[in-house]
């Protein structure tokens, strides 16, 4: 009877193990997924910051380029005056709006690896939770 009951012991530890370390393996796993999703999702978000710097840096620089013709041209005829500055305005305004725009962006980005933080303390805490 005592060796039954020692092997059955034996195989019952040896499949909580073996149950353990596929969890463990899990939850690694889907770990590094959503660290990897984060890496992604800043990616994305670099690129779009750049390109939205670059259009307002564009657009202020082509603005300025306009405006300066403006002031060279106030005294000709009237028509490019009006078309000077309402190509130079214009420019003006899509620049500030993409530079705000980016502004905004920088600011709301969230965190970095934010949902696999918030994971790990999900874990963290369903595992102080069983202690």
Do not use: C
Request: net charge neutral; proline share 1%.
């Amino acid at each position: 009877m005592m060796t039954n009951q020692a092997k059955n012991t034996g195989k019952g530890l040896f499949e909580s193990l073996s149950a353990l370390s596929a969890t463990l393996v899990a939850m690694l796993y889907t770990r590094l997924d959503l660290l990897s999703l984060d890496l992604e999702e800043e990616r994305a978000h670099a690129t779009l910051q750049l390109v939205l710097a670059l259009t307002a840096l564009f657009f202020v620089g082509v603005g300025v380029v306009l405006a300066a013709l403006l002031l060279v041209v106030i005294y000709w005829e009237t028509q490019r005056v009006l078309v000077l500055g309402t190509l130079a305005g214009s420019f003006l305004v899509a620049g500030f709006v993409a530079g705000g725009f980016a502004l905004h962006k920088v600011r709301t980005k969230p965190r970095l690896f934010a949902a696999s933080l918030s994971e790990l303390h999900k874990d963290r805490q369903q595992l102080e939770s069983r202690e």
